[in-house]
């Protein structure tokens, strides 16, 4: 072969065969499932990353809400017993006024025993002194 021709060959492209184009296309195809796969990986690795943070923020979200939780059972049984404490002093002072209404009641009523015996004593004195100045 002349030069000339040996450097035609060299530039010359030579078509592939079917098998050999199908044999490439397959080969593309591998490395993008490969290259594919690999990008899949690592989203997924990157998700579960995401997840596990995710998870251990929510149970620190649950912990101190079930802290403040306690923290409010607490001040709700101390307010409670206060309160308690307050309504058995109020109702022992409202018993000790119930007492003292019931004895100024029993004094009204007494005096009104007593004002009825004395008005009936008076009319009996008048009476008496009406009938020595009428009839005697």
């Known amino acids: 072969m002349s030069e000339a021709q040996a450097k035609e060959n060299s530039s010359r492209i030579i078509p592939f065969t079917p098998e050999e184009h199908i044999y490439l296309q397959q080969k593309d195809l591998r490395e993008e499932v490969r290259d594919t796969r690999k990008e899949l990986n690592a989203r997924m690795d990157r998700i579960e990353a995401r997840q596990d943070k ?3 923020k929510i149970d620190a ?3 101190k809400f079930d802290a403040k939780i306690d923290k409010l059972d607490a ?3 101390a ?3 206060k309160f308690e404490a307050k309504f058995d002093r109020l109702d022992a002072k409202i018993d ?3 007492d003292r209404m019931d004895k100024f009641a029993d004094k009204v ?3 009104n025993k007593h004002g009825n015996i004395m008005t009936a004593s008076v009319i009996g004195v008048a009476l008496g002194v009406l009938y020595v100045i009428f009839f005697k």
């Open 54 to 56: 995710l998870e251990t």
């Open 61 to 63: 979200l649950d912990k």
């Open 75 to 77: 001040k709700i049984d």
């Open 79 to 81: 307010l409670d017993k």
């Open 96 to 98: 000790r006024l119930a």
């Open 109 to 111: 009523d007494s005096m």
